[in-house]
């Protein structure tokens, strides 16, 4: 049977001297989480990161949550640094190349499929999960569940609330439809 996982980033955030200060989510960023969540779902499952973004996001879009876990960063010092995939002309391209090396962002992206099987796991044949993280983790997670999919079709990098739909069969991820919350 198939299952879903929709994999989301975390909407926009708050930026100056109330960063940090109440919740993490700009206004903006409540909005935009709603619209997405008003498409989307419903979800047997919901998982976030550990940051209050993550889960923030994840009410936001009106789904409760139930759990989060530590998710490593995409940014490996070395390998990839803080938002170099926007300045790359083919970023899942350029990620497959990195994670063809097999070192720290392997292992990254090794220990987020892990948590998106889990989530997976946590529902039955015919239902959907969401994982809410962060951009610079979900790409390169991405391209090692379909290492052989068309990685030029895919675009830009995530934008704040973009997500990826996921189809699951057979034990195996079999396709990816790209979602982006603001066209």
Known sequence: MTRWLEVRRHSLTKKGDSRGRGSHLSNEGIA????????????????????????????????????????????????VNHHDQWDWPEPYVRYKEILDQQRGLAKVAAEHREIWLHALSSIADGESALVVSSGGAIEPTLVSCLPDHDHHAWGKPFSHCDGVRLTFEGGNFVDATIDRARP
């Open 32 to 79: 935009l989480a709603r619209a997405v969540g008003e498409r989307t779902g419903p979800f047997a499952y919901v998982i976030c990161g550990e940051l209050p973004r993550h889960l923030e996001t994840a009410v936001a879009m009106g789904f409760a949550v139930d759990g989060t876990v530590a998710l490593p960063s995409g940014y490996v010092p070395g390998e």
